[in-house]
């Protein structure tokens, strides 16, 4: 299946692939200072208040890292796509993006209607995943608790 390409001209290319490459550094520089501040003394023993705020800040940091990751990825998918020609087509439909939305996301890898379908997706799957958490959570405390005499 010959998939669709598109000509950028290379001013443009070059700006594109600039910017990206700016925002990439700059993620990357977040993530890592993110990843310095996470407590790594994980073996002291606290009073079960510092140690519940501590595992509150731990995720959501993990939880900031882990966004950042996605936005890595996404940056570097862009820049892919900026060089195999694919870069500013959906990559679900195969239209173009819209400008405007490109503009904006300039890393959006579907365009506006492809994206809305998903999101309602993606949405469930984070939904189930708390879910799953929670439980797991639950579960944990039941032995924690249920595990002393
Ligand atoms: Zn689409």
Known sequence: MARKTRSIDKQRYRMLKEMLGERRREVHEKLRSLRETLPVE???????EEQSVDDFVTEVDMALMQMKSETLSRI????SRLEDGT???CQECNQDIAAARLKALPFAALCRECQEDTESTVRAAR??????RLQKELVN????TGGRS
């Open 76 to 79: 570097d998918q862009a820049i």
């Open 127 to 132: 939904e189930a995943r708390a879910f799953a």
């Open 141 to 144: 405390v039941t032995l924690r």
């Open 42 to 48: 994980a073996g002291v023993v606290r009073d079960a």
């Open 87 to 89: 870069y500013g087509l």
